[in-house]
């Protein structure tokens, strides 16, 4: 019998990885495309974990069992995806700014991302704006994403914005900001392209200045 | 500062004081150097952190040392941590899978198990420690009783809460034979630091919340035996006498009435900016003490003086008009505040 990827879906919204393996081996050796099981069972998946955060029904353990889940599986199909299959939605690189060395909310964005299909390049906490436009440069991302826990490590962003500026990046490459104190007002006043209270939201910001570019 | 201990058990009592105590850590090189009269030079920091902590508050929570910002070093796990200026950060965990947490609780839990209550000698130089301590506060109160709950250890101390959140589904036994070990651990520090100290209050440090959400749900924490927990704390701290402050970043009011009902007198540090709503919370649990409450995210660090002086003000006759207020910053006085912000709030809160 055919694996039903939507009990793929499922072992990943519960983040049972063993189950999730089991079934995604199953479905490669039935034959199913990689790109499908990605779609249908895992990116499926974790579309209904980032709503259900979205809503406050589901909470970090939740999302980290289903972004591990999900790794997981990725480990198994990756390596069978062809070059066309393999293009992600788009690339993002990410990092919490310079001063400040809070990850929680950057990781959770980041594990978002890539479950919902993006390559994101994590380049940790305490990023000095230049190391994120050389990262941007190198990995040709569509979008740099910014962190900030502190009041006093907000206006790393703008220097951030500035730099892209500066090395002529925009507006092929968007920048969104989140963290804490960081609101829709501080994006506009810094000249970001976007704002994002929590990370299921990230990911359809990103989403939505992707499609707006295409 | 004078009078601390009366201001205190009559603000917790319920009764309005002659003014409202304070109650925060200091973090904060300018207003240190202010309130001790000498800068922090490396001669001597821990004496005149704590002569500037003993002026400015009558509650000092905690008194970290400064240290030398980027200096580093590996703990016997493996993990590499980084000093900041009044923090330090694990940078990176020496044990990686959650097999390996596995492996090194297993071998850890005997270790927590072992030991007997603390015998009269232990509590004696306990107690001889905090009275050196308090003489150097001249007068404020040192919060020496901070019971940890056994998640809170498990997450903070050990091995942070995504890879609790992987051994909690993968090795669920052997965690919660971990957190039983690791609260017998506390009950024998409890009863250690609990009986003697001066200060009224025992402060439990239980980091559950961030901006506008909790980290874990209700059911986790119900399921990890949070709550009980919690009320095993409180129920020890009040056979000592010692009112129960339950500190948690974030946004709490999911969980508030479970807080409560495990049996806390009070809450801190009240974080606006996480949404938390002093004024509600006092109209909702008018017996509950509020410790902090003035906004450390933007207020204290960005308006002007005279807006600091109104919102403490405002504070103050709101949400203290009957006691129960510890008035502080929702967060602590780190080096983000400037010193002429902490002044405007400490005079405010000074005038009574």
Known sequence: MAVDLQALAECIIRGNKNDALAL????????????????????????????RFKCNEYYIPEVLLAARAMKECMGLLRPLLTD?????KGTVVIATVKGDLHDIGKNLVSMML????????????????????????????DIIATSALLTTTMPAMKEVVAAADEAGIRPATRIIIGGAP??????????????APDAASAVDLAQSLLAAAA | MENSRALVLQACAGVRPERTPLFDSLLNDAVIAHFAGRPLDGTDDAATVARAAGKALDVVCRMPLPDQAGRTWTDERGS????????????????????????????????????????????????????????RLDGALFVHCRPATALNAACYDHCGFETFSYLWMDYRDLVEHWLRALQSARRRCLALSAPTTACPLAVVY????FNHRLIFSPAMLAEVGFFDDLADICEQCHRYGLQVIFHSDGYLMEVLPDLVAAGIDGLNPIEAAAGMDIHAIRRRYPELILAGGVDAARL??????????????RIIQAVGSEGRLLIGSSAEVDDTIPLVNYLAFHEEAMRG
């Open chain 2, 80 to 135: 590499r941590h980084v000093a900041g200026r009044w923090n330090d950060w694990t940078v990176a965990h020496g044990l990686q899978s959650p097999a390996e947490w596995a492996a090194w609780i297993a071998r850890h839990i005997e270790r927590y198990e072992a030991g007997t209550l603390p015998d009269a000698q232990s509590r004696a130089a306990a107690a001889a420690q905090q009275r050196a301590m308090d003489r």
């Open chain 2, 300 to 313: 204290l660090p960005l308006a002007s003086p005279g807006e600091v002086r109104r919102e403490t003000r």
């Open chain 2, 206 to 209: 239980a980091d559950i919340a």
């Open chain 1, 182 to 195: 960081v609101t829709q007002e501080y994006a506009q006043e810094i000249g970001a392209d976007g704002f």
């Open chain 1, 84 to 88: 066309a299959d393999a293009k992600p």
């Open chain 1, 24 to 51: 995604a081996q199953q479905a490669i050796e039935e034959g199913m495309a990689p790109q499908t099981i990605i779609n249908d069972g895992l990116i499926a998946g974790m579309a209904v974990v980032g709503q």
């Open chain 1, 114 to 141: 890539q479950g919902n299909g993006f390559e994101v390049v994590d380049l940790g906490t305490d990023v000095d704006p230049d190391e994120l436009i050389r990262a941007a440069k190198q990995h040709r991302a």
